[in-house]
């Protein structure tokens, strides 16, 4: 009798073939003691039958229109149903070493091969809930879950780190939020002959090992860099292994690549305001706070009445004109170079900190309305960044509200920079510096108001005010 020999194993951690070796040696063996010749062996290496994958040596078994199957065990050739309703349809016979012959030619053999499959496919699912059960335990506990292979930045126990390669991740990290590319960091690392764990693929050596922008960034945005357990994409505990980066990197990280407005330039979301006067400015009516809107194709400002509406062109030129001029006035800068100097204001950087703090948040929340990450990773992510806001927050509160300015370039620097300064340091000038009404327009055509029409400005911080 000619057979065609299957033998299948589900998981291959090391990817010596040695399992499926094993089984074709055994089946070669028992068909030999019967005078059986063996027509073909096929084999499906690191492949699961349940998983619902493809099987391609399975499929290529079917085509070859076998006289009669030998396997190791039926459940490596069947696990489910379906499969096997695929065998009998072939009209032959399966013989399993360690199960025994499947007469799938008779209602009863088909009857028994479909309750033994029945009972391997029952058997699949409860182990199935057994290991999510057991993984869900050992992530709670934060025990490291060594299935595959080892992470990028550990050794082979998931725990001790990898001085190099937690150095190339630090450093990648940091490219990134520099503004620097994925495929750059992947370079990087390559260069530093850091390449990625070999995995069981299949693949090449130089491919499986080449740094893809897509495995670079899972290693970037993997809460496992600051020891957080996860099951299924959820953060469920805190890791009993060493973290290789801080919170406040990890979650810049997660928002700046799960954003997936990243490189559209799409409008941001949130609360941080979007223009010079909103907030600030107050109408002379109502007493209300003005807001950034569109009026006939306009960009305005408004107050919630709509007794105002300013083209913000306009208003934002004046402010930022009554702005500078009152910087250039001698008293004006020693008394606020004075009171820095008593005070210890140091605000520039906390400014400019928590702008981006802000903008990571709104990063967040993006990604997680589009599916990129899981609520808990937005929900830990915001929680570190407001707290950071709150610290910084604190410490503004405790200094002179002065807005930042460049210590040795001055003034100068501020007046030949202003339209490109970031927009809440420029904000900030304009709280410290201005007070803005802006009036109703009552019955006149906005084509025959002037800019005092529409606002009046008046100076803080003036000698008047000193004495």
């Not at 740094?211 to 960034?217: E, P």
Request: aromatic share 6%.
């Amino acid at each position: 009798m000619n057979v065609t020999i299957y033998v299948r194993l589900s998981l291959d951690q090391h990817g010596d073939e040695l399992g499926v070796q094993r089984q074709t040696d055994e089946c070669k063996a028992f068909a030999e003691s019967r005078g059986w010749t063996v027509r073909e062996v096929i084999a499906d290496n690191d492949i699961s039958a349940t998983s619902g994958k493809v099987r391609p040596g399975f499929e290529r078994l079917l085509a070859s229109k076998p006289e009669a199957i030998l396997c190791w065990h039926t459940d490596r050739l069947i696990r489910k149903t379906e499969d096997l309703e695929r065998v009998i349809d072939l009209g032959v016979n399966v013989h399993a070493i360690h199960a025994g012959h499947l007469d799938l030619s008779t209602p009863a053999g088909r009857a028994t091969a479909r309750t033994v499959t029945a009972w391997a496919t029952y058997e699949g699912e409860q182990k199935a809930l057994r290991q999510m059960a057991s993984n869900l335990q050992a992530a709670k506990n934060g025990t490291p879950h060594k299935a595959g292979i080892r992470p990028f930045g550990y050794a082979d126990d998931y725990v001790t780190v990898i001085e190099a390669e937690a150095d190339a991740i630090r450093k990648g990290a940091e490219m990134v939020l520099q503004g620097e590319t994925l495929a750059a960091v992947g370079r990087y690392w390559t260069g530093l002959g850091l390449l990625a764990p070999r995995s069981s693929s299949g693949k090449a050596k130089g491919e499986a090992e080449r740094w893809s922008t897509g495995g670079v960034k899972k290693v970037l945005v993997s809460p496992r860099y600051i020891a957080q357990a996860t099951y299924r994409g959820e953060i469920v505990g805190e890791g009993q292994w060493p973290a290789i980066l801080d919170e406040a990197t990890h979650y810049a990280l997660v928002s700046a690549l799960t954003n997936p407005k990243r490189f559209t330039g799409g409008a941001r979301t949130g609360n941080a305001p979007q223009t010079l006067l909103a907030g600030l400015a107050t109408c002379s009516k109502c007493g209300e706070a003005v807001r950034g809107g569109m009026y006939r194709g306009t960009p305005v400002y408004r107050c919630g009445q709509k007794h105002v509406r300013v083209p913000r062109e306009l208003a934002d030129k004046r402010a930022g004109n009554a702005v500078l001029a009152r910087l250039v006035f001698p008293d004006f800068l020693s008394s606020i170079l004075a009171a820095r100097q008593e005070q210890g204001d140091d605000s520039a950087h906390l400014h400019a900190e928590a702008q981006t703090l802000r903008e990571r948040l709104d990063g967040l929340a993006v990604a997680y309305a589009s599916g990129a990450i899981t609520l808990s990773q937005m929900t830990a992510g915001t929680e570190a960044i407001r707290a950071r806001l709150d610290e910084i927050d604190e410490k503004l509160s405790g200094v002179t509200g002065l807005p930042p300015i460049d210590p040795v370039k001055g003034v100068a620097a501020l007046i030949e920079d202003w339209p490109g300064t970031p927009l809440p340091v420029r904000r900030a000038w304009v709280k410290f510096v201005l007070s803005v009404e802006m009036h109703p327009n009552g019955f006149k055509k906005a084509k025959n108001m002037t800019v005092d029409d529409y606002m009046t400005v008046s100076w803080n911080h003036t000698a008047d005010d000193e004495e």
